[in-house]
């Protein structure tokens, strides 16, 4: 597998940013969080120093880190669809050998309800693939950067998730990453200093001014439709692709392995989030389109393969413990409606 022709470039961009020498804090711009410049920095370093391979590249999330990586001159690999296959048990044997430190993973199943009627293929991809990469990883003294799901959780409670909640999955989907999250926890056990390390980040309700998202699809309802019905009983906190990735570099930065949760501060329900984006896209432009009348309704109105969580916060406390405070959905939101196309 030659990487160093065929893969996606990072194109070389520089991502605005802000910094507040009262505090020692950079605001990265774009939205997202507050973060330590140290710890900005230490991992930006490491990561140079050594090298990045990115997988899932060409995804939302990947073109996020793709970004960041290049605004920060990290060397990065990031193979095309096809020249890493998540589920070839000899996955690990067929990474490169060379040229990275960071393995990032963002590829996935992300077809909730898909995996209601293909769980053992999602479970190849979600649940054994990361195992497989963390052994990889782990051999070579690497770290490995993950990430799963909100929907790892039951969403029948009333309380953020903590971190070190217990897994209880409601759908195939949940089930899939949750056993991701085991095999990467089981890859690393016992693991010394100097047999790498593991960071693995829950998020949620992930969106970006690229690719097929909530936002972007409510954008173009609301810009042909006069009326939408969105649900308003399941409750959450959106996150912005570019905020979640420069998270990631944050906690990294500040040492914080094992898992984290990693999403814009606030909570909302969909039919909130879906309003929030009405009012933002009508104005944008300067060429105001005509109201469109966002109504609430119950997931009964939907009815999906997969149940979804009721309530699927996830508790951000030790995160902005570690790295400061997360940016307000609706402040993240408005920076990525300015920038879609």
């Given amino acids: 597998m030659t990487l160093g022709h065929g893969g996606v470039p990072c194109p070389p961009k520089r991502l605005g940013g802000t910094h507040d020498p009262e505090h020692g804090l950079q605001r990265i711009g774009g939205g ?97 693939a990361p195992g497989h990469l963390a052994r990889a990883c782990r051999e070579r003294s690497a770290t490995l950067v993950h990430y799963s799901t909100d929907y790892v959780f039951a969403g029948d409670g009333s309380e953020a998730y903590r971190v070190d909640e217990a897994r209880r999955p409601l759908n195939a989907y949940g089930r899939s990453k949750a056993a991701g999250e085991a095999a990467i926890e089981a890859a690393f056990a016992g693991a010394g200093d100097g047999e790498g390390g593991w960071l693995t980040v829950r998020t949620s309700w992930l969106y970006a001014p690229w690719g097929h998202n909530f936002v972007r699809t409510i954008a173009k309802l609301c810009a042909s439709r006069p009326e939408i019905s969105v649900v308003d009983d399941q409750r959450g906190r959106p996150t912005s692709a570019e905020g979640l990735a420069r998270t990631t570099v944050a906690l990294l930065g500040a040492g914080v392995r094992g898992f984290a949760h990693g999403t814009d501060g606030g909570a909302c329900t969909w039919f909130e989030f879906a309003t929030a984006i009405e009012r933002l896209t009508r104005g944008e432009g300067g060429s105001a389109r005509a109201a469109c009348v966002v109504k609430p309704c119950g997931s009964e109105a939907f009815p999906r393969p997969a149940k979804r969580p009721a309530y699927s916060v996830l508790d951000l406390s030790e995160t902005e413990r570690a790295i400061g405070p997360m940016q307000s959905w609706r402040d993240a939101l408005a920076g990525v409606v300015a920038r879609m196309g």
């Fill in 32 to 128: 997202g969080v507050s973060a330590d410049t140290a710890a900005i920095g230490r991992a930006t370093d490491a990561m140079r120093a050594h090298g990045v391979l990115l997988l899932g590249a060409q995804g939302m999330l990947g073109r996020a880190w793709r970004e960041l990586l290049a605004s920060h001159d990290v060397p990065c690999l990031a193979p095309l669809p096809g020249e890493v296959d998540l589920a070839d048990p000899d996955l690990a044997e067929k990474l490169p050998g060379a040229g990275w430190g960071t393995l990032i993973n963002c590829a996935a199943w992300t077809d909730v309800d898909g995996a209601e009627a293909h769980e053992v293929e999602a479970t190849v991809v979600n649940g054994a």
